[in-house]
Structure formats: structure tokens, C-alpha cells
């Protein structure tokens, strides 16, 4: 067999890729990286796409982890446009796929083969559709730097309400970002309360409160039955028998893994399960990122996360197992987010049958944090306004699953928060 | 009162925040290091802006932690 192209052929041009990288290069290892990316720009930062890129107009030069230059002093090739179409495993090679305006928008044309010694997946995610939604025209998604283009010039040109499907952080960030312009927006969730796969209701209405204080429609427990869509406009049709004009709709139900490309490798569909250091079941084939289903070292169990740190751990995990290393020590999961002007962190996790206790109150507008525990034990905490505390938060969680540390000293920690207000009322 | 900031490694996720407000204090590579140090009420509003919450403020002279 004839030598590999690549030492560690890398699928997908996002952060999971970036990092692991950086992480490689620092390490020591000299082999040869080559980086597929689909999108034409080198790699780039995505949560500033639902926030900034739409307020203040940041420019895609801007959002680049690192300028052209570092991957020159690096040693790492990026082929800017090309894509990941197939994995034959036999000939441990990828077929390559790149963007042919020729072909039509969105037409990909065969770009040749490319052998690797090792692989990482790390080709992320893409939004969910919804049936009978066509995205285009007047109908949003967002992702990529493109789509944020396209959804920053809609916000600015048009008048009229946006109307926002999903009441994720994508959705809820954008809500927020268009609030900020002086446009009229509506949010809808089917599920009762905001972020309902993470947040436990109580806590999920807080978050829809401050939307609602803030101007937004929010329309919870509420299915969009059709939209219809005219010259430059859509009207939805919503279940409670509602009916919305919207100038503009953003679809954010929430994303898939973008794993089709591996099915003739026995792979996918849905997020590639690894172990805790990116390595899947095949010798030398490792994934990371929203692609990847890694497993969650405090739940014990394989917990796919779409989260920006995620992505980071998970490719710096990937370079050590690359390298020999073990992975480092686990941390407790976050993610965060900035809506309305306020600082939103969440670490750990919560379960539908956790305790919450409250210091500060949300009602007031001022900072608060919300302690989750399940039988005691520390889970999780939401901190609005205060970052201060997310350090204490992440050592409550991680000491809770140590077993060495001793019951009396968990509750001496507890004291310490000794200002709680009553449970959040829930909001509808 | 001089005061330095730190970071803690194991939580910085190299974000860039910190770098982007003051490129004077901090340099991100993996991590976030610090090559210089600003005044306190700077050092706290950076600290502050963390979204890894991976930034603490000390009093070079005494060691006193001053943030978080």
C-alpha cells in the first residue's frame, strides 16, 4: 500500500478541529495535518455569529481563530472548500468533494482521494428542518458565516417581526440581537418552557420572563401548524389557532450530526460514539465536536453535547490520545450565553427530579445564582451576572462526586450560600 | 497596591475574551497566559467578562486573593 497523504486527516474545519491542532503542535507531534474544510474561509469562531456579527456588524476577518499565517508556521494544511463525501475504510482513504459553482448553488463536485494514517471526524453539525419550511428567501437558518450575512442584512433592510421557531440559545441569542435592532420579534417553543432539554421548568421560565420583559412575544407550548410563504413575507399558523405576519423566520429546532457521509462505512447515522478520548470503534478513527458523542464523566453515561467547550475538550482530548496521553482531568460541563445584556452560565447538569435553592431573586432584575442538587448532592447551578461564582460552582459539583470527600464537609460548603430566596415561581 | 492577574488552567478554555480587552495582560495560545498585569478595577471588569470564569485577581505583595 502506498504511503498516507496525511499522517492525521482531519474532517471538518470547526473548533473541535482547531484545537486539536494547536493542542498537537504544542505537544510535539510533526506529522503531516491536513484540514478539510467545506466552508471558504480558514477556521473560524461560531457564537459570535448570533451575537455580535448581527448587532455590531463584525466582519468574518474577525472571527478567525488564527490569521493564514499561524497554519503556514504550523505545518497545517487547510483545503479551504473541500469536504469529506465518502470514508473506504478498506484503503483508509476519504473521497474528496469540493464546492463547483458550475454544478449550480450548493453543487459539489468529485475533488480526488486522500489516504490517512489516522482520522478525526469533525465534521459538526447542521440546523434541523422543519417539513414544509424550505429555508430561503424570507425563511432563515443559522450556522455558518454565510447564513449570518444573510440573516444580519434581513434584520437591518426589512421592517416588519421576525418570527423565531425554537426557543434554543440560537433562537433566544438571535431574540435577543433583534431587540437590540428595534425589531419586533416572536418566539416559539413547542416545549412548555425554554431549553427544555437542559433546564429544569422552573428555571426555563425565568429565561422566558426576561425575554418577555424585554419586548419579546414569547409563545411557549405552541407548534407552527404551516407557514405560507408570499412575496418577501410568511404567515404562520400556529396551534392555538393563532395566526402570525412575520417579515422574516428563523428556523432553530436544533441541529443533527453531520455524519451521512460515513454510512458506507458502517458509521452514523447521528453523533459517532467514543470513548474519553475521542477514539470510536475503528483503529486510529477518532471523532470530536458536535459530531461526536463522547462520554459525560460525571452521568456515567455517552451524552452528546453541541456546546462550544465541549468542542474545545474533546479535540484537545483527541490530540493527547494521538500522542500517548491520557485525557485530562474531567470538568464539569458548561456553556454560557449573553441575551438582553445579561451573563448567562450554566455548569453541570440537572435532572427532572432535582432540588433547586435560590440566592438572590430572578424577579428583580439584579444578579442571581440557582444551585441544582439531586438527593443532596450538588448537579449543577445556573449563575446569572455572576461569574464570580462559577469557579465555587464548578468545585461543588466536581467535590459531589468525589467519593472521598465526606458528607460533613459537603454541607459545611452549603453554608456558605446562606442567602436563598423561595423556589422561582414557574411563569407561563 | 500592585496586583496581578491569574489563571486557572484547567478551566481557561482560551476564549480570547481577556486577550481581546487588554493584548497587554493577556496572550492566548492554548491557554490563556499572562505577559502583564493593568489596574485592579481593569483586572476585575476582564475577570468578570471571562465566560470560563478562569480568571482570578491577586495582590502581588501579599498573595490575598482580591477576585473573585
Same mark, same amino acid.
Given at each position: 500500500?502506498?504511503?498516507?497523504?496525511?499522517?492525521?486527516?482531519?474532517?471538518?474545519?470547526?473548533?473541535?478541529? &482547531?484545537?486539536?491542532?494547536?493542542?498537537?503542535?504544542?505537544?510535539?507531534?510533526?506529522?503531516?495535518?491536513?484540514?478539510?474544510?467545506?466552508?471558504?474561509?480558514?477556521?473560524?469562531?461560531?457564537?459570535?455569529?448570533?451575537?455580535?456579527?448581527?448587532?455590531?456588524?463584525?466582519?468574518?476577518?474577525?472571527?478567525?481563530?488564527?490569521?493564514?499565517?499561524?497554519?503556514?508556521?504550523?505545518?497545517?494544511?487547510?483545503?479551504?472548500?473541500?469536504?469529506?463525501?465518502?470514508?473506504?475504510?478498506?484503503?483508509?482513504?476519504?473521497?474528496?468533494?469540493?464546492?463547483? $459553482?458550475?454544478?449550480?448553488?450548493?453543487?459539489?463536485?468529485?475533488?480526488?482521494?486522500?489516504?490517512?494514517?489516522?482520522?478525526?471526524?469533525?465534521?459538526? $453539525?447542521?440546523?434541523?428542518?422543519?417539513?414544509?419550511?424550505?429555508?430561503?428567501?424570507?425563511?432563515?437558518?443559522?450556522?455558518?458565516?454565510?447564513?449570518?450575512?444573510?440573516?444580519?442584512?434581513?434584520?437591518?433592510?426589512?421592517?416588519?417581526?421576525?418570527?423565531?421557531?425554537?426557543?434554543?440559545?440560537?433562537?433566544?441569542?438571535?431574540?435577543?440581537?433583534?431587540?437590540?435592532?428595534?425589531?419586533?420579534?416572536?418566539?416559539?417553543?413547542?416545549?412548555?418552557?425554554?431549553?427544555?432539554?437542559?433546564?429544569?421548568?422552573?428555571?426555563?421560565?425565568?429565561?422566558?420572563?426576561?425575554?418577555?420583559?424585554?419586548?419579546?412575544?414569547?409563545?411557549?407550548?405552541?407548534?407552527?401548524?404551516?407557514?405560507?410563504?408570499?412575496?418577501?413575507?410568511?404567515?404562520?399558523?400556529?396551534?392555538?389557532?393563532?395566526?402570525?405576519?412575520?417579515?422574516?423566520?428563523?428556523?432553530?429546532?436544533?441541529?443533527?450530526?453531520?455524519?451521512?457521509?460515513?454510512?458506507?462505512?458502517?458509521?452514523?447515522?447521528?453523533?459517532?460514539?467514543?470513548?474519553?478520548?475521542?477514539?470510536?470503534?475503528?483503529?486510529?478513527?477518532?471523532?470530536?465536536?458536535?459530531?461526536?458523542?463522547?462520554?459525560?464523566?460525571?452521568?456515567?453515561?455517552?451524552?452528546? $453535547?453541541?456546546?462550544?467547550?465541549?468542542?474545545?475538550?474533546?479535540?484537545?482530548?483527541?490530540?493527547?490520545?494521538?500522542?500517548?496521553?491520557?485525557?485530562?482531568?474531567?470538568?464539569?460541563?458548561?456553556?454560557?450565553?449573553?441575551?438582553?445584556?445579561?451573563?448567562? &452560565?450554566?455548569?453541570?447538569?440537572?435532572?427532572?427530579?432535582?432540588?433547586?435553592?435560590?440566592?438572590?431573586?430572578?424577579?428583580?432584575?439584579?444578579?442571581?445564582?440557582?444551585?441544582?442538587? %439531586?438527593?443532596?448532592?450538588?448537579?449543577?447551578?445556573?449563575?446569572?451576572?455572576?461569574?464570580?461564582?462559577?469557579?465555587?460552582?464548578?468545585? %461543588?459539583?466536581?467535590?459531589?462526586?468525589?467519593?472521598?470527600?465526606?458528607?460533613?464537609?459537603?454541607? $459545611?460548603?452549603?453554608?456558605?450560600?446562606?442567602? %436563598?430566596?423561595?423556589?422561582?415561581?414557574?411563569?407561563? | 497596591?500592585?496586583?496581578?492577574?491569574?489563571?486557572?488552567?484547567?478551566?481557561?478554555?482560551?476564549?480570547?475574551?481577556?486577550?481581546?480587552?487588554?493584548?497587554?495582560?493577556?496572550?492566548?495560545?492554548?491557554?490563556?497566559?499572562?505577559?502583564?498585569?493593568?489596574?485592579?478595577?481593569?483586572?476585575?471588569?476582564?475577570?468578570?467578562?471571562?465566560?470560563?470564569?478562569?480568571?482570578?485577581?491577586?495582590?502581588?505583595?501579599?498573595?490575598?486573593?482580591?477576585?473573585?
Amino acid at each position: 500500500m502506498s504511503c498516507p497523504d496525511a499522517d492525521l486527516l482531519i474532517a471538518g474545519g470547526g473548533l473541535a478541529a &482547531q484545537r486539536c491542532c494547536e493542542t498537537l503542535r504544542r505537544l510535539g507531534f510533526d506529522g503531516r495535518i491536513v484540514v478539510l474544510c467545506e466552508e471558504p474561509s480558514t477556521p473560524y469562531d461560531r457564537p459570535p455569529l448570533s451575537k455580535s456579527v448581527l448587532i455590531d456588524e463584525r466582519e468574518p476577518e474577525g472571527l478567525s481563530f488564527r490569521p493564514a499565517s499561524w497554519y503556514e508556521e504550523h505545518d497545517v494544511e487547510l483545503l479551504l472548500g473541500v469536504a469529506a463525501a465518502e470514508l473506504d475504510l478498506a484503503e483508509r482513504t476519504i473521497v474528496l468533494s469540493e464546492r463547483a $459553482s458550475a454544478a449550480g448553488p450548493g453543487g459539489r463536485r468529485d475533488a480526488g482521494r486522500m489516504r490517512f494514517k489516522e482520522l478525526l471526524i469533525a465534521t459538526g $453539525s447542521r440546523p434541523r428542518r422543519l417539513q414544509g419550511i424550505p429555508v430561503g428567501g424570507a425563511v432563515h437558518e443559522l450556522r455558518t458565516h454565510e447564513d449570518a450575512l444573510l440573516l444580519r442584512a434581513a434584520l437591518r433592510e426589512r421592517d416588519g417581526r421576525l418570527a423565531i421557531l425554537g426557543a434554543g440559545l440560537i433562537g433566544m441569542e438571535v431574540a435577543a440581537a433583534a431587540r437590540a435592532l428595534g425589531r419586533e420579534v416572536t418566539l416559539i417553543e413547542a416545549a412548555e418552557t425554554p431549553l427544555a432539554r437542559v433546564l429544569p421548568p422552573a428555571l426555563g421560565s425565568w429565561i422566558a420572563y426576561l425575554h418577555r420583559l424585554h419586548g419579546v412575544d414569547v409563545r411557549l407550548a405552541t407548534a407552527v401548524e404551516r407557514v405560507s410563504l408570499q412575496e418577501g413575507s410568511a404567515r404562520l399558523e400556529l396551534s392555538d389557532a393563532s395566526v402570525l405576519d412575520a417579515a422574516g423566520v428563523l428556523v432553530a429546532v436544533g441541529t443533527s450530526p453531520a455524519t451521512e457521509w460515513l454510512a458506507s462505512a458502517g458509521l452514523g447515522p447521528g453523533a459517532i460514539y467514543t470513548d474519553a478520548g475521542g477514539r470510536t470503534e475503528l483503529p486510529g478513527v477518532y471523532a470530536a465536536g458536535d459530531a461526536a458523542c463522547f462520554p459525560d464523566p460525571f452521568l456515567k453515561l455517552p451524552l452528546p $453535547s453541541q456546546h462550544w467547550e465541549a468542542a474545545v475538550r474533546q479535540g484537545v482530548a483527541v490530540a493527547r490520545s494521538i500522542v500517548g496521553l491520557p485525557p485530562a482531568p474531567p470538568a464539569p460541563s458548561m456553556f454560557w450565553s449573553d441575551q438582553h445584556g445579561h451573563r448567562i &452560565q450554566f455548569v453541570g447538569h440537572a435532572t427532572p427530579d432535582c432540588e433547586i435553592e435560590l440566592d438572590g431573586d430572578p424577579a428583580t432584575g439584579e444578579s442571581f445564582a440557582a444551585w441544582i442538587a %439531586r438527593a443532596g448532592r450538588p448537579q449543577g447551578a445556573l449563575l446569572v451576572d455572576r461569574p464570580q461564582s462559577l469557579p465555587a460552582a464548578r468545585a %461543588r459539583i466536581a467535590g459531589a462526586e468525589e467519593p472521598s470527600v465526606s458528607s460533613g464537609e459537603k454541607s $459545611s460548603d452549603n453554608n456558605n450560600h446562606s442567602k %436563598r430566596g423561595a423556589l422561582w415561581p414557574a411563569y407561563r | 497596591m500592585a496586583c496581578i492577574p491569574v489563571i486557572d488552567e484547567a478551566s481557561c478554555l482560551a476564549h480570547g475574551d481577556c486577550e481581546a480587552l487588554a493584548p497587554d495582560v493577556f496572550r492566548i495560545e492554548d491557554v490563556a497566559t499572562v505577559i502583564g498585569t493593568a489596574p485592579l478595577e481593569q483586572l476585575v471588569s476582564i475577570a468578570e467578562a471571562c465566560p470560563a470564569s478562569a480568571i482570578s485577581v491577586i495582590d502581588e505583595a501579599t498573595g490575598e486573593q482580591l477576585y473573585p
